[in-house]
């Protein structure tokens, strides 16, 4: 059973820049053909897809966040990792990490069948 876990600050400063790791158990993030995915969830609103780092180590990320986004991955700890940088209190949200079905759309949400607890970030200072 794939079990995945984040971890980070809770409350970011304005401008900062926002830094998550998520820790997978029960299974590779080298296998193919997952993509590994962080998604968002602002109060009030719908879950964003943000970016996806997939079993090869390629990345893709949303248009909307790609010029303030970067996923990594450090394969020897099974970790990958966000961050988003210039945040405002605009990206306030629940933060989610999440394995793909498979090699799918890695874009819609509705394509990931393993999730995170998700994790609350505040942007406030």
């Known amino acids: 059973q794939v079990q995945l876990q984040e971890s980070g600050p809770g409350l970011v400063k304005p401008s900062q820049t926002l830094s998550l790791t998520c820790t997978v158990s029960?299974?590779?993030?080298?296998?193919?053909?997952?993509?590994w995915s962080w998604i968002r969830q602002p109060p009030g609103k719908g879950l964003e897809w943000m970016g996806v780092?997939?079993?090869?180590?390629?990345?893709y990320y949303s248009p909307s966040l790609k010029s303030r986004t970067s996923i990594s991955r450090d394969t020897s700890k099974n970790q990958f990792s966000l961050q988003l940088s210039s945040v405002t209190p605009e990206d306030t949200a629940v933060y989610y990490c999440?394995?793909?079905?498979?090699?799918?759309?890695?874009?819609?949400?509705?394509?990931?069948?393993?999730w995170g607890q998700g994790t609350q970030v505040t942007v406030s200072s």
């Open positions: 999440a394995r793909s079905k498979g090699n799918s759309d890695y874009e819609r949400v509705d394509e990931y069948n393993y």
């Open positions: 029960g299974g590779s993030i080298t296998t193919s053909y997952y993509g």
């Open positions: 780092i997939a079993y090869d180590g390629s990345t």
